[in-house]
């Protein structure tokens, strides 16, 4: 018989892509996600790919009686828990929000785990937890230093929440994923992000601007000591970052890991900056983009890409798409929405 996860924030962007490679895995799903950042549209689009139904549950995760009758009703077998609110710059306004809902969401998961003796659990974390690292690429022995934005903070607590509690629950198996910068969709064009926000991040920007969503895409600094000036990143496919999960989950399913709570990165390695995702995007879609460099945001670090030899050595995990194919699924999913829309 085929394993239940349990997947928090099932409909958002990084979930929705998840559950589709857990049903390419042979998994069952079953999502609870409260959409304040997305639709249920997503489930849609994850059976057109897949050809399963998600069994869903529209339902805040921090409403841990609600959270109960889930766990009551499927035998869940295992966790992922992405459900989380994730803009930098809205955690500097309104760090409360981000406090509340990231670590209120996490003792609701971590509570149940233990009444219902579910004992794997996979956790989105965030390169964001290494804030501005002096040394790069910067690998899971980097010492954490104090967070630049609320968000992060929420992801170092987080982890932190995990560690201890799997030290008085020694049954429970846990990993977390610290992703750098995931961005595409999936590759038939048929899944993307479609927050329900403002897009924060720079690629649905980038598409945003490219159909005329957005008249301008602002730069925020032009002026960082990297070699054009502008922040870099460690832009990660999507559909690699789900992979990742799936494989961190068999990890612990086969009992392969020496410690029952563990720290892996997810990115490519590669250091993009903001001007060069731009020309890259520019590139695949024939599209010249309208941009201007404006002041720098709070919250933002300066560089920061990943050592992931960790995350390939122990859960055999590989990146199958470069920069050029997250720019082109990225693209074509906006054509699709746009498509859709008409
Ligand atoms: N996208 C990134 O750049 C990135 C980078 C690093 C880490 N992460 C983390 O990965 C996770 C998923 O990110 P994403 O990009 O898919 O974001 P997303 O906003 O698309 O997905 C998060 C989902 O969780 C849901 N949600 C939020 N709070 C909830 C609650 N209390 N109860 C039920 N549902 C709730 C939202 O409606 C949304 O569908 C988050 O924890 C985020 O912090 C994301």
């Given at each position: 018989m085929s394993a239940t996860i349990l997947v928090t924030g099932g409909?958002?962007?990084?979930?929705?892509?998840?559950?589709?490679?857990?049903?390419?895995?042979?998994?069952?799903?079953?999502?609870?996600?409260?959409?304040?950042?997305?639709?249920?549209?997503?489930?849609?689009?994850?059976?057109?790919?897949?050809?399963?139904?998600?069994?869903?549950?529209?339902?805040?995760?921090?409403?841990?009686?609600?959270?109960?009758?889930?766990?009551?009703?499927?035998?869940?077998?295992?966790?992922?828990?992405?459900?989380?609110?994730?803009?930098?710059?809205?955690?500097?306004?309104?760090?409360?929000?981000?406090?509340?809902?990231?670590?209120?969401?996490?003792?609701?998961?971590?509570?149940?785990?233990?009444?219902?003796?579910?004992?794997?659990?996979?956790?989105?974390?965030?390169?964001?937890?290494?804030g501005n690292v002096t040394s790069l690429p910067v690998d899971e022995n980097t010492a954490l230093p104090k967070a630049e934005s609320p968000y992060a903070y929420t992801k170092q607590i987080g982890e932190v929440m995990i560690e201890n509690f799997c030290k008085v629950h020694p049954a429970l198996q846990a990993v977390s994923l610290r992703y750098f910068n995931p961005v595409g969709a999936h590759k038939s064009g048929l899944n993307g992000e479609s927050p329900i926000n403002k897009p924060n991040n720079l690629v649905p920007v980038i598409t945003a601007t490219a159909i005329g969503k957005i008249p301008q895409l602002t730069i925020y600094g032009g002026e960082y000591p990297t070699r054009d000036g502008t922040c870099v990143r460690d832009y990660i496919h999507v559909s690699d970052v789900a992979d990742a999960h799936v494989l961190a989950l068999k990890y612990l399913i086969d009992g392969k890991n020496s410690v029952n709570y563990d720290v892996f990165n997810l990115g490519t390695g590669n250091g993009v900056s903001v001007l060069e995702a731009i020309h890259a995007f520019e590139k695949v879609s024939g599209q010249k983009l309208n941009y201007r460099i404006g002041p720098p945001r709070e919250g933002d670090v300066v560089a920061v890409y990943s050592d992931s030899s960790k995350a390939g050595k122990l859960l055999g995990w590989t990146c199958k798409f470069d920069i050029d194919e997250m720019m082109r699924t990225a693209w074509l999913w906006e054509r699709n929405v746009a498509e859709r829309k008409k």
């Open positions: 409909s958002g962007y990084i979930g929705s892509h998840t559950i589709i490679e857990l049903f390419n895995n042979g998994f069952d799903v079953v999502s609870i996600d409260n959409q304040s950042n997305s639709s249920v549209d997503a489930y849609d689009h994850i059976e057109q790919i897949t050809g399963k139904r998600v069994v869903s549950y529209s339902a805040d995760v921090c409403d841990i009686a609600q959270l109960r009758g889930l766990f009551s009703k499927h035998r869940i077998e295992g966790i992922i828990h992405f459900a989380a609110f994730k803009a930098v710059g809205e955690s500097v306004e309104d760090p409360l929000k981000y406090y509340h809902n990231n670590i209120a969401s996490l003792v609701s998961v971590l509570q149940l785990s233990e009444e219902f003796n579910v004992n794997k659990l996979i956790f989105s974390s965030s390169c964001s937890v290494y």
